[in-house]
């Protein structure tokens, strides 16, 4: 009689025991999942921040074949992009973003970038357009403010460039790109004053001390700039003001610039004395 009352009890806890462990394998996946998008998500911020560019593109292509809903991995598929400087890819990949339902304003002022560097001007005016006004950023107004400068809208340029750099604690870059809208308009004095306000900011700069060399050499100021630099970028910037000199007709000082740049460098300056011999045999 009490063989089946055994059974019944046997066959109770084999289920129990089954489904504590259904329960701790779900419990297992489930975990593995955790620790699987966690793994995932530092990939991937990696990818986007010290790998190889190339690297990147490889990885979130491969991971977008098995996720292609994602939205951030459609994101740093783009981001990669445009660090590989493959812009011609880069703006569709950006295009595919923004029209997912969970991209935000931020993803179409990045599709404008990507436009700009990949020369499609008109393209990234049009996306900034559709850009709500509210969305109020740096990256913004610094790509609103080289529209402008590319249409000649200065009073829009130089209210964009002042707003970008009210929004951003590293102004250095953005001030380099004002002062050289200036130079470009020929306002030379202003120009060589926000190429020192950029250096100011970051004393590396040596795109603004190149520029600032040519503010000067175009006012017909020959003398290099009291700001930070090693020998080799003295002797660079020399050589850009020599440049400047030849170009206005100013020969001979050209050619003793250039001799100094020669003599200034570490090591052989073979463009200074290439301009040298060339001057010398005309």
Request: aromatic share 6%.
């Amino acid at each position: 009689m009490r063989h089946p009352f055994i059974g019944t009890v046997c066959l109770a806890g084999a289920l129990v025991l089954s489904a504590c462990a259904d329960k701790e394998q779900e419990n297992v996946e489930r975990a593995l999942q955790d620790v699987n998008a966690v793994d995932g998500a530092n990939l991937s911020d990696v990818m986007l921040t010290v790998a190889d560019p190339n690297e990147g593109v490889t990885y979130f292509q491969r991971t977008l074949q098995e996720n292609p809903d994602r939205v951030d991995i459609q994101r740093g598929l783009a981001i990669s992009f445009v660090r590989a400087k493959r812009f011609t890819e880069a703006v569709p990949a950006w295009q595919r973003v923004v029209k997912h339902a969970d991209s935000t304003a931020s993803d179409r002022v990045d599709l404008a970038d990507a436009q700009i560097r990949g020369g499609q001007w008109k393209e990234a005016e049009a996306t900034l357009d559709a850009v709500p006004p509210t969305h109020e950023t740096f990256k913004r107004y610094r790509l609103e403010a080289m529209i402008a400068d590319s249409n000649q809208e200065w009073k829009k340029a130089d209210s964009f460039y002042e707003t970008a750099v009210g929004l951003t604690t590293r102004p250095a870059g953005v001030m380099n790109n004002w002062g050289y809208s200036k130079l470009t308009r020929g306002n030379y004095a202003e120009a060589e004053r926000l190429f020192g306000e950029a250096i100011r900011q970051d004393s590396t700069l040596f795109t603004a001390k190149n520029n600032m060399v040519l503010a000067r050499g175009a006012q017909r100021n020959y003398t290099l700039p009291v700001v930070p630099m090693v020998q080799t970028e003295r002797a660079q910037l020399l050589h850009t003001l020599a440049l400047s000199a030849i170009k206005q007709g100013d020969t001979e000082t050209g050619k003793a610039l250039l001799r100094d740049a020669i003599s200034t460098h570490p090591q052989h300056f073979e463009a200074a004395v290439r301009a040298l011999r060339a001057l010398e045999n005309t």
